[in-house]
């Protein structure tokens, strides 16, 4: 051991530090005099073509397009041709074979654009990372637009994000340049009903729906173009179910008729015939925006913070508007990947017979509403339920891990709380709510699925567990009834199980009632007239949209009406006597559908469209409003929050600021979790619901 010792100690070791670089600059000696060139690179188009002497195993090193190009094709002879496709920059092309040889990539400003470009196209991305940091730098009202208009700019998000900044910024400058009259023009008119939504207009939010109509025109359209877009002025209304439609689809005698529409149809049939009839075909449904999203002053954009990036896609994105104008707004947007200008004028537009209804007065005080906040974390698969008329939301699991985390939401100050965290972190479960206490039963902690369940007394606010379930589960359904918790399927291991238990909170027990008919997992689950209800879910891998019900008074399960769509991971609850299937997967996507299940009939209904898609959603019946929160959009897990409107039938992310100075009354609770007493104000307009008594 010692010998050896020595003879390492005796080892030579000599570090060159110059031999990287002077090996580089013979390696460039070497291509200047074209010596030992193995390959020749034939760059630019008819007539001007150039060509390009160096070494393969050199650029190939420098770039992994190049790489896979000179793999592609065997050597023939000691030099090899290969002509580059693509418009690219010769200049911009010698910079980048320069940097390859020398490391030091050195250019005009005027030229760092090309470079970028062609960088962007041979893969070599150091050198396009530091030429888009020039850029991002140098940004000034003559080249930003040019910058955005970089093909292949959306991959280097922070530049886009940069350039993105700097345009919304100097939006007021850039409106009347060159640069942007060169683009693309898509002229719109907007057709509304009275001044005051004229004034109460968010010029953003208006353009966002704009996009949303082109970008409908474009998938329902058959060989749709911008060109097409671009060749006449196009007249919008803002429809029933809160997108905008062409005018040309107002039939003649619609309360919405107007000399002007009248006018717009006959220009429009001399012009494009077919041009309003490109997005006619069917699609598939996506989200709704609330009724006030046209008219809200919040700038911030409906959904997550983490799902910005997923609702303002890289090909599809107002970029920035300015009013310049009374009522005419220019946005410039991306439409398809391309960039173009939008023009919004909004026009004040006079029915031909007055119709007797009007807008809803939601919207005529648009400006009185605000968002409602998002939750603190993003979750979904968690538990929630409605506590001392408040929305409680537990646990959960996002793209990290399962949560502990506990938070409340309080309708009165629009605001979340923070409560005392779980003992155990769970995902994949649910709670229920027997006696003014809460119960989280079972789930999975990211590893493991769970024995567990623990319970919430808001009195010392602290959790204990409870006795352990018969068989650890997740993604079982939960519900109460008669003062009894029911936990209703789930999985443990690949299959959905059968097993339904009933826990008695008076004595601490747990018990084994009839089975499921269907092995379910991920169902969801409520109890209506006295009987639970399990809809949907999975049973190996196909999802289901099966529904069967339990009655606890004879121990069976019989099944009901199938629902229309098959979903897994939906939120269930009563809702004004119906039990509401809300969003939920359907094996491919996440669903933004609601399937409303009336008893008396046994059938069942579409219900209005979510504003978010939303798999593994919470869904809670707070007051009477039914809450969707959380869940997964297929891009993103959610922390924003929507809820039922009663009063409109639409899904909204926002609340009235408008709270009446009404005094606090006492209120008892009744309804099948248990009785108890707390303070509410009748704010928002809240109409307290039946069971309420004052006492």
Known sequence: MNSMKKQAEKDFLFEDNDYLAKTLESLNKLRRNRQFCDVILLVGSEPDIHAIHAHRAVLASASPYLLELFSSEPQVGPTHKYKLNGDLNVEAFECLVDYAYTARLEAPRDKVRDIFMTAKKLRMSSAASNCGR??????????????????????????????????????????????????????????????????ATNTKHLCNMVLDWIKQMFETGENFSISRLSEKVHMLYLNLDHTLHDCSDIESGDSKDSELIQDYKKMSRKI???MHRAGSKKSIPIPAKPAEFLYTKDEIIIGSPSDLESREEKDWKVIATVQNGEHVITGLAVV????????????????????PTSRNTSVEKADTYSLLPPMSSA????????????LLVCGGYNRVECLRTVELYDLEKNTWSLLQAMNIPRGR??????????????????????????????????????PYLPMARSNAGVCSLDGKIYLIGGINGQKGVTECNVFDSATETWNTVASLLVGRYQPGVTALNGQIYAIGGCESWSCLNSVEKYNPDTDTWTMVSNMHTARRGCGVAVFNGKIYAVGGHDGIHSLCSVEVYDPETNTWSAGPSL?????????????????????????????????LDSRTNEWTTFVSKEFPDQNSTKVKEQNQNGVYEYEKRQTNGFIPPNSHQII
Do not use: H
């Open 272 to 274: 494009s015939p077919t």
């Open 429 to 466: 479960f649910n709670i229920a709510v027997v006696s003014n206490k809460v119960y989280a039963i079972g789930g999975c902690d990211g590893t493991k699925d769970l024995n567990s369940a623990e319970i919430y007394d808001p009195i010392n606010m602290k959790w204990k567990l409870v």
């Open 379 to 390: 979750r979904c698969a968690g538990g929630t339920a409605e506590l001392e008329g408040k």
């Open 336 to 355: 398809a990947s391309k960039l173009i200008v939008l023009s919004v004028v909004q026009r004040l537009n006079t029915p031909c017979s007055s119709p």
């Open 611 to 643: 504003t978010s898609c939303r798999a593994n959603v919470g869904v809670c019946v707070v007051g009477n409003r039914l809450f969707a929160i959380g869940g997964f959009n297929g891009k993103a897990f959610l922390n924003t929050v929507e809820f």
């Open 134 to 199: 020039f850029l991002a730098k140098n940004l000034n009202p003559e080249n930003c637009i040019n910058v955005r208009c970089i093909p292949g700019i959306t991959t280097d998000i922070e530049l886009v994000k940069q350039v993105d900044l700097y345009i919304k910024e100097n939006m007021d400058k850039l409106v009347n340049s060159k640069v942007l009259r060169s683009l693309p023009l898509v002229q719109v008119e907007l057709l509304q009903n009275s001044n005051k939504e004229i004034e």
